[in-house]
């Protein structure tokens, strides 16, 4: 089945520590992004890659990292300088970069 | 840029019932307004969008109408049964899934 999976699906980590989350399609989408989900709140742009070898910043990139290697994944470190990482992630593909967004199941990020 | 405000924040209906989802937009050159549905746990599915060259699109029990005047557009579920339960997000964006905005969404809750 075609789709978008994430792992892990809940993570706990120390603070201090940096964290890759894993985003694979086999939907064949060029464009691929990351968003951030907090509680009563919209889902909010990390990153966004359109084609293999290149990424753009979303609205809240900072303290977040990527790479676009190859189409299929597009992995996302948030590293020690995010000040609140603790969140629920998702990604998501498209086809042609406009229209709908094919969501994972998401990541749930917890730092102690 | 763009900013998208979706109320209420939560909406309890009696199964049966309809159960109307409001937002408004602020950038006048938003052309594409989807729906999404999120299930506890799950990543968001998208349900229904529109355009902004038609006012009403519907897909069974579910219809988006587009207001572009007034910069508002809605979400009707008629005769909402206990599986329509979600949470709703709706969105706008202009040329691509970059700059798309989304609200911060709507728990909706049918009980039997």
């Known amino acids: 089945d075609g789709g978008i999976t994430q792992s892990p699906k809940y993570l706990f980590r120390k603070e201090g520590q940096n964290v890759t989350l894993s985003c694979e399609q086999n939907l064949n989408h060029d464009a691929m992004y990351w968003y951030r989900q907090d509680p009563g709140q919209g889902l909010r742009l990390i990153y966004y890659s359109q084609i293999v070898n290149d990424f753009q910043k979303g609205d809240i990139a900072e303290g977040y990292s990527v790479s676009r290697e190859k189409k299929e994944s597009f992995p996302l470190t948030v590293t020690s300088a995010q000040k609140n990482p603790t969140a629920f992630y998702l990604c998501?593909?498209?086809?042609?970069?406009?229209?709908?967004?094919?969501f994972g199941e998401g990541s749930r990020l917890t730092v102690l | 840029g763009e900013n998208v405000e979706q109320h209420p924040s939560t909406l309890s209906v009696q199964e049966g019932d309809s159960a109307v989802i409001k937002c408004t937009y602020s950038?006048?050159?938003?052309?594409?307004f989807p729906w999404y549905k999120q299930e506890l746990g799950k990543g968001p599915q998208l349900i229904i969008d529109i355009r902004s060259n038609v006012g009403e699109k519907k897909d069974q029990r579910i219809a988006v109408t587009l207001n572009k005047t007034a910069k508002h557009f809605s979400l009707h579920i008629t005769e909402t049964q206990p599986e329509d339960s979600a949470v709703y997000f709706c969105a706008a964006s202009k040329n691509n899934n970059n700059d798309m905005r989304f609200g911060a969404g709507t728990r909706l809750t049918v009980k039997p």
């Open positions: 950038d006048s050159a938003s052309n594409y």
């Open positions: 998501a593909s498209c086809n042609g970069g406009v229209g709908e967004l094919f």
